[in-house]
Structures are given as structure tokens and as C-alpha cells.
């Protein structure tokens, strides 16, 4: 049901133009897990990032007459999904200082990657700025490189690589420490 | 190193599908959204939309155009008018003015006449 639906997407989003709802519901699968991952690994709570995902495709579907092929709807999707993210926690910011939820699985609950570093990493996004982590996860979730995750934010180029190359660097210091420490307690 | 922290990053950071329950729902409310929206109206009525508007665009700019005509003649037959009664005026004065004139001379060449008479 949720499975994306790669097949005719430009002829999905040529018919969804023409308020046909089955190729706006095809539109909709095949999208729908980029901006829910990018909702839910910005927000860090399940039921924010499905308002969030909800209103990015009611907003989709009143702006199709301005798309013009499936490269610039994925395009205009993630803008759309992470400003908004964006300008939810940084609202937020103002009057709570919560961090992302610890028991919400960001990583989906099937995922065959180190428990060690997916912790690790869940913490490290917590403590980004709203900026640096969109910044992220569009770098590691949808494979963007630096240009068009600058086109995307509508910031530079440099501040783009400088908040991945902080990034990396932290993850891989705290990487470092988290090791030291599983070692030694396998030595105690 | 650089490179395996970022194919685990990648690996990690997959995208994940959200629950089957919430994409129905979120099916439905884009498409009771749409339903409930007004329809767009079809190329040809809009052609004829934007006909009517420029239609009432050229009506009301001809109505401008013949009230504006209408008013420069008659402030022209006014004018007129005026110059004509202005150049009546000034004849009957003249008129008036020629015969004032001649009682004038006959009253003063009486009154001459009669003062030889009495011997003054």
C-alpha cells in the first residue's frame, strides 16, 4: 500500500494536474516516505511529523498547476517539508527547550544497522540546529549533494558544507569516545 | 573512515514508510480537500469569461468616450449661444444709444428755438 510507485510518475503528475485523484493518491505514495522520514528525523515525534507530512500534501495538491515534472515536484516537496520543520522548531525554541523524544524510532523498526551508532546518531541530530540538521538529512536521507541542498534551504554553498563537515566531526568524536568506553567496560 | 561513517550515515538515515493507517487517512483528507474545493472551471468557459470581460471593458470605454463628446459639444453650443447674445447686447446698446442721441438733438434744438422766440 505504502510501497512508492516509480512507473508513469510524469504521467501521474500530468493527470493529478488535471484533478484526476487516483494519480494525486499515486503522487502521494510515491513521495510519501521522503517527507515523512525528513518530518519525523527533523521533529522527532511521530505524531508531529504526520501533521507535518499531512500538511505538506494538501499544500501539494492546491500547488500542482505550478509543477512542471517530477524532478521539481521532489524538489518542491523536501523545500516545503523541511522549511517547515525549520520554522516548527524554531517556534518551538521559544518556549520549550525539549529535546528530540527518546523513545520515538527514528530509524524505522526494522533496521539492521549498529544499535551503538543509531543511538549515537538519534543524540547528535538532537543537539543540531533546526538548519544543520535539515542540512543532514538531506545529505544522508535523499542523497543531495551540497548545491542542491543550498538550492534547497536557500542558503550558501559554504554554510552547507560547513555544518556537514561539523557534523561528521562531532559524530565521529563522539563515535570515538562512545568506543573507549564499550571498551573499557568489556575489560572491567 | 570519513567514507564509512558516511555509508553508515546513508544506512541509517534511510527513508522509513509511516503506518499504513495514517497514509489512508492521509489519502482521504487530500481527497475530501479537493472534493470539497470549488472546480475549476474548463478552458473554453474561461475563454469566454475573459471575451465578456473585455467586451464590458470596450462598452464601458465607449460610454466614457460619448458622455466626454457629448459634453465638449455642449460646452461649444453654450459658448456659441453666449457670443451671440453677447453681440445682441452690445447692438441693442448701440441701438439705444443712437437714438438717446437724436431726442438728445431735438430736445436741445427746441429748447434753442425757443429762447430766440422769448427774445433772450
Redesign the interface.
Known amino acids: 500500500m505504502s510501497e512508492p510507485r516509480p512507473i508513469d510518475i510524469n504521467m501521474d503528475l500530468a493527470a493529478a494536474r488535471a484533478g484526476q485523484p487516483a494519480a494525486i493518491g499515486a503522487l502521494i505514495l510515491a513521495h510519501q516516505r521522503s517527507v515523512y522520514s525528513l518530518a519525523l528525523r527533523m521533529l522527532g515525534a511521530r505524531d508531529l511529523a504526520e501533521d507535518l507530512t499531512q500538511e505538506v500534501f494538501m499544500q501539494m495538491s492546491e500547488s500542482l498547476h505550478g509543477i512542471e515534472s517530477n524532478e521539481h515536484l521532489e524538489f518542491w516537496l523536501r523545500k516545503v517539508a523541511t522549511n517547515r520543520a525549520i520554522d516548527q522548531l524554531r517556534r518551538r525554541s521559544r518556549f520549550e527547550m525539549t529535546p528530540i523524544d527518546d523513545h520515538e524510532p527514528m530509524f524505522g523498526p526494522v533496521d539492521h544497522g549498529d544499535p551503538l551508532f543509531q543511538r549515537h546518531l538519534e543524540m547528535h541530530l538532537a543537539q543540531l540546529s533546526p538548519a544543520a540538521r535539515a542540512v543532514l538529512l538531506l545529505r544522508y536521507q535523499e542523497d543531495l549533494d551540497p548545491t542542491e541542498i543550498a538550492r534547497t534551504l536557500e542558503i550558501p554553498v559554504n554554510t552547507v558544507k560547513s555544518h556537514l563537515t561539523r557534523s561528521l566531526d562531532a559524530m565521529r568524536h563522539g563515535l570515538a569516545g562512545a568506543g573507549r568506553e564499550k571498551r573499557e567496560d568489556k575489560h572491567r | 573512515?570519513?567514507n564509512d561513517?558516511?555509508s553508515?550515515?546513508?544506512?541509517?538515515?534511510?527513508?522509513?514508510?509511516?503506518s499504513?493507517a495514517?497514509?489512508?487517512?492521509?489519502?482521504a483528507?487530500?481527497?475530501a480537500?479537493?472534493d470539497s474545493r470549488p472546480?475549476?472551471r474548463p478552458t473554453a468557459s474561461r475563454i469566454t469569461r475573459r471575451a465578456a470581460w473585455w467586451t464590458s471593458a470596450a462598452l464601458a470605454a465607449s460610454v466614457l468616450a460619448a458622455v466626454g463628446i457629448q459634453h465638449q459639444l455642449q460646452t461649444e453650443r453654450e459658448r456659441t449661444l453666449g457670443l451671440q447674445a453677447r453681440r445682441q447686447v452690445i447692438e441693442a446698446l448701440r441701438v439705444t444709444s443712437q437714438k438717446l442721441d437724436l431726442a438728445y438733438q431735438a430736445v436741445r434744438t427746441q429748447s434753442v428755438g425757443g429762447d430766440r422766440d422769448s427774445g433772450v
Open positions: 573512515m570519513n561513517l558516511e553508515k550515515l546513508k544506512h541509517a538515515l534511510r527513508p522509513v514508510a509511516p499504513d495514517f497514509t489512508q487517512r492521509l489519502l483528507r487530500v481527497a480537500s479537493r472546480q475549476a
